[in-house]
């Protein structure tokens, strides 16, 4: 049974071990694109922890005859259960080798005690439905191997959401079936953060790179509380096309105590770009790199270490395919076919001109 999984060692046939946050680290790692180092606790380590402890009894128990309109059972149930994964002990083979991952971690980052983001990567994340997406927790900025440990339980823990648990009810999920691997991941200090789209996402051109960046953490640009720099680099000649300099009223910044806070900005950093010419052009070639791999548009964040040398400094931490434009395309193409009016010529120059490939895996 694997129970950890390097993500220089990931490969195709593990993604139902590791679950798609996991696997997409793991392939990028593989592709020779900039990814901080670390590694994923399988879900042969969950499984082995759960039926050490019983936890399909404690399941049993407390999901029998669970009314999922009653909102009170629910919170009241789901927190119980909850509660006892928290508590309950890991396995000792999968503890000891959690912990000496950890610590090889800190020997590859030259850090005692490096800080990890510690994050759920649910194999039901993965189905087609998606409705458990972005449902399970993330820690970030854990130190220290206990912690490690804590956080994973909490992980494992977050299968059982209220949500989470009665969609499972009510689709007749076996949630014995349900498993989860935990991803933990040397914790990037940015000086800037953001997201790249290898197409322009208001028209759907592909001859460019989109880039949206602000100060700090990237939390600020994904929720949309901060206005980010937005930028247009050209795929071939690298060229900046467009740049607007937005006016950024804040920046998610780490204090000495671990904890990202909002801070107010004034003056002159409030209004500079937040990315060097240099780093943009970087960023684009690595989304390319990105796009190319993975043989279809995609949706990247990235990030500017602080722990880095310069020329180095870019990081992605994520790349997923691009759908708004994508998913366009193919239901254009499908209505087409669907009519018969396809003029040949034009699909020949169109498929040139924007080559849209999908991987078959």
């Not at 003056?267 to 070639?285: C, F, I, N, W, Y």
């Not at 990235?302 to 395919?321: F, G, H, M």
């Not at 020949?348 to 849209?356: D, F, G, H």
Request: charged letters at 25%; one cysteine or more; glycine letters at 6%.
């Amino acid at each position: 049974m694997n129970i950890v999984m390097w993500f220089e060692s990931y490969w195709e046939g593990m993604k139902a071990e590791v679950g798609g946050k996991a696997a997409s680290l793991g392939e990028m790692t593989g592709a020779g694109l900039p990814v901080p180092p670390g590694f994923a606790l399988t879900t042969g380590a969950y499984r082995k922890s759960r039926d050490a402890a019983d936890l399909d009894a404690t399941l049993a128990r407390l999901l029998h005859g669970l009314d999922t309109d009653d909102t009170a059972m629910v919170t009241d149930r789901c927190g119980r259960i909850r509660a006892h994964i928290e508590q309950m002990p890991m396995d000792p083979e999968v503890e000891s080798r959690l912990r000496h991952a950890y610590q090889e971690l800190c020997r590859r980052c030259d850090t005692p005690d490096v800080p990890v983001a510690v994050r759920s990567s649910a194999t039901s994340e993965d189905s087609p439905d998606a409705s458990f997406a972005g449902e399970h927790d993330t820690y970030l900025w854990v130190r220290g191997a206990d912690a490690v440990v804590d956080a994973v339980r909490r992980c494992w823990a977050s299968l059982f959401t209220d949500r989470a648990t009665c969609y499972r009810v009510e689709m007749g999920y076996d949630h014995r079936t349900v498993e989860m691997s935990v991803v933990v991941q040397k914790m990037v200090r940015p000086i800037a953060a953001g997201v790249a789209f290898t197409l322009n996402p208001s028209d759907g051109d592909r001859s460019t790179v989109a880039i949206d960046s602000a100060w700090g953490f990237g939390e600020g640009v994904v929720s949309g509380e901060v206005t980010p720099d937005n930028f247009l680099v050209d795929k071939v000649l690298y060229e900046i096309t467009k740049r607007r300099v937005a006016t950024k009223e804040v920046e998610f910044r780490l204090t000495d105590h671990d904890t990202v806070e909002k801070v107010a900005l004034e003056g002159e950093r409030a209004t500079a770009p937040s990315l060097t010419d240099a780093q943009l052009k970087a960023v684009a070639r690595l989304a390319r790199t990105a796009e190319r791999h993975y043989r279809c548009p995609q949706d990247i964040e990235w990030a500017v270490d602080a722990d880095l040398p310069e020329t180095e400094n870019i990081v992605l931490l994520q790349s997923r395919p691009e759908t708004v434009w994508s998913r366009k395309a193919a239901e254009a193409a499908a209505a087409r076919a669907a009519t018969g009016n396809v003029d040949l010529m034009q699909s020949i120059v169109s498929t040139l001109m924007n080559p849209l490939h999908s991987r078959n895996k």
